[in-house]
T-cell receptor
Framework: AQTVTQSQPEMSVQEAETVTLSCTYD???????LFWYKQPPSRQMILVIR??????QNATENRFSVNFQKAAKSFSLKISDSQLGDTAMYFC??????????????FGKGTKLTVNP | NAGVTQTPKFQVLKTGQSMTLQCAQD?????MSWYRQDPGMGLRLIHY???????DQGEVPNGYNVSRSTTEDFPLRLLSAAPSQTSVYFC?????????FGPGTRLTVT
């Protein structure tokens, strides 16, 4: 079974600064996907970024980037130039790579990020 | 395109009552799933379906039933609600790695 661990229940950062959220996972699979989801107070789950395990290049989406260390099973999220709208819960999630019936997500417990003005 | 819709948005039940949480999607996705979110626990998979007529259990299936008679709909049934089922429930549909979440239902069981 896969597990996802987020060791930081809460974090805070000043507006315009950079913050890194940690995530580690455990799996025996070689082919898989990793995700970061954002959940603002509205409760909506929003995909922030996705990483395919077979890709060595770290994924980036505007101010969001990941540091994917496959051997260490680590998948951290860096938010640059933090904005007040980044205040939210952030969930790291794992999906096995054998799609077609296995699109199940395993989530970490989340990190509550607060961006202070 | 409405995406994934869930009804109701909020619900209060008494212990022992039954109810059905509705979920519908208009994207013709084969895969649909139900998660529950509890404080400090992240989201946990309750049941999922890989197509009409096919359902399977996730991590926390006890106390919940599902059926999938059409591609569009995937209702979640609580036959006898318990306080431990107080949670926020999310339905999702997916195509490959793209997961589309509904807005959630906040359920309180007293």
């Amino acid at each position: 079974a896969q597990t996802v661990t987020q060791s930081q229940p809460e974090m805070s950062v000043q507006e315009a600064e950079t913050v890194t959220l940690s995530c580690t996972y455990d799996t025996s699979e070689n082919n898989y996907y990793l995700f970061w989801y954002k959940q603002p107070p509205s409760r909506q789950m929003i995909l922030v970024i996705r990483q395919e395990a077979y890709k060595q290049q770290n994924a980036t989406e505007n101010r969001f980037s990941v540091n994917f260390q496959k051997a260490a099973k680590s998948f951290s999220l860096k938010i640059s130039d933090s904005q007040l709208g980044d205040t939210a819960m952030y969930f790291c999630a794992f999906m096995k790579g054998d799609l077609g019936g296995s699109e199940k997500l395993v989530f970490g417990k989340g990190t509550k990020l607060t961006v202070n003005p | 395109n409405a995406g994934v819709t869930q009804t109701p948005k909020f619900q209060v039940l008494k212990t022992g009552q039954s109810m059905t949480l509705q979920c519908a999607q208009d994207m013709n996705h084969e895969y649909m799933s139900w998660y529950r979110q509890d404080p400090g626990m992240g989201l946990r998979l309750i049941h999922y379906s890989v197509g009409a007529g096919i359902t399977d259990q996730g991590e926390v299936p006890n106390g919940y039933n599902v059926s999938r008679s059409t591609t569009e709909d995937f209702p979640l049934r609580l036959l006898s609600a318990a306080p431990s089922q107080t949670s926020v429930y999310f339905c999702a549909s997916s195509y490959l790695t793209e997961q589309y979440f509904g807005p959630g239902t906040r359920l309180t069981v007293t």
